[in-house]
């Protein structure tokens, strides 16, 4: 679940530097007059340094469990208690994109890929995506999604919520005036890109106008993936870390296994969606910290 709109470490550091500013500013005035400039702004900037180093280390405190994470890996000891948000069926879908290479890990994606660049690149990888045949790795005759190509590992998330709200483009769709602290859940699916018809067809899974039983939905979602694995987690993005933790809670749903999808169908849904999506995202680098992750029950 994307979400670029961080606070904690990144406002410190805006405070520190516009303080740092004035405070340098007004020691050069003052010790002009004493005749000791050079030594009044190095020991403030000094005592700046050391105060942002130390924050720079600190895991994030006071905030609920993170995303992404290991699956597999059951254990947490952030004690933050939330509620699991309903099914999707009592939800509406208010967001639906995908990020190159898989955020979470799981036995079935745990090809490291490194940690990327702005989270382009990072992530993991399926296992199966090193067994493709050529034919699966032939480059489409079109593809209106950038940053992906067959062979590469996606992870879609389909972004639900509590508000009464219609599908739209980015996270903020997801909540209204009226309607700021919505429960959120997500449900996630790794997909391996392969040029090959008989794959699933993305336009299967997307949103086409369909409500059921008043809420806004999928047309359909994997099923054939293992049981998914349910936590509450935070939203993600490559602009947290450890460090700059997301404060948006919200419940994730990961299906363990991956699929195969077709880089046709998804190019077509890149080429117009009610999304405005057509670019894969970056990935926020794992989360292991169990200070920062909740026992998955």
Known sequence: MHHENGNGSHQFFSIIRLTTKLHMKWVTVRMKKRKKIHTGIVLVWGLVLVAANITAGDVCKGYPPQAPRDIDNRAGENKSRFSMAPSYTELNLCNLHFHVNAEHKSKDFSIYAGDGIN??????????????????????????????????????????????VEPAKTLTSCFSDSCINPNLRVEAQVFTVVNDASALNFLDLAYGGNIVNGYHQAKALPTNTGKPVEYVGSTTGPTYTEQKCSPFQGTWSVRPKCAKIDINSLSEWCKNNVFEENHAHGVRKLVTNPKLLGEIK
């Open 119 to 164: 989270g382009l690149g990072g992530g993991y990888q399926c296992n199966k995506s090193t067994s493709l045949t050529k034919s699966e790795l032939q480059a489409p005759k079109t593809n209106f999604c950038k940053d992906v190509k067959p062979g590469d590992t996606i992870e879609v998330h389909w972004v639900y919520t509590s508000c009464d």
